[in-house]
């Protein structure tokens, strides 16, 4: 069995595709997930199944679509995948606490030249594969909008995660 972090984007973010995680851990229970467990309002849970990760991710869509009536997209990591993120984070040593770290992770493959983007700050902003890594010494909210740039320039979807919650994630998965 492979544990596995679900980040669903766009969940009670502002007021928008409202889903209690309650109802959400019941919708997961109920496609035969083991050790469903959510952690905050914002469309993180975490479980345990045979199943590869992008059935993992079609099923729960799926069943979102279904039981809420919305789309939502869901990006399926397992554990050791989640764990090798944030191992390889880049500005780990100079940020000064998780609140003001960020992961992106890109749903859709970034495009050709992604990895050198024009406009980002590398003092603060690194892009590896499928995840871009942001370091926002003034806070998140003063930082610059890297998920806006990348669906406008690059045309990729993203849902991004605050370090805490990366940590706290992979803290659920190892329990």
């Known amino acids: 069995m492979t544990g596995y972090a679900l980040l669903l984007r766009g969940i009670n973010v502002g007021g928008h595709k409202k889903v209690p995680m309650a109802g959400l851990r019941a919708l997961l229970e109920s496609l035969g997930y083991a050790d469903v467990r959510t952690y905050l309002q914002s469309g993180n849970a975490v479980v345990t199944t045979d199943e590869p990760a ?50 992106l992770f890109l749903l859709d493959p970034a495009p ?11 003092r603060h902003i690194r892009v590896a594969d499928r995840v871009i890594y942001q370091w926002c010494p003034e806070g998140i909210s003063n930082a610059p909008d890297v998920a806006a740039f990348v669906r406008k320039s690059w045309k990729v979807a993203v849902t991004g995660r605050n370090w805490n919650t990366v940590e706290k994630l992979l803290a659920l998965l190892d329990a």
């Open 54 to 103: 992008a059935t993992v991710a079609k099923r729960c869509e799926a069943a979102i679509a279904d039981a809420f009536g919305m789309d939502v997209r869901c990006l399926v990591l397992a554990g050791p995948e989640l764990r090798e993120i944030a191992d390889a984070h880049p500005l780990r040593d100079v940020a000064d606490n998780g609140s003001r770290m960020t992961a």
């Open 112 to 122: 050709p030249g992604a990895a050198d983007p024009v406009g980002l700050d590398p």
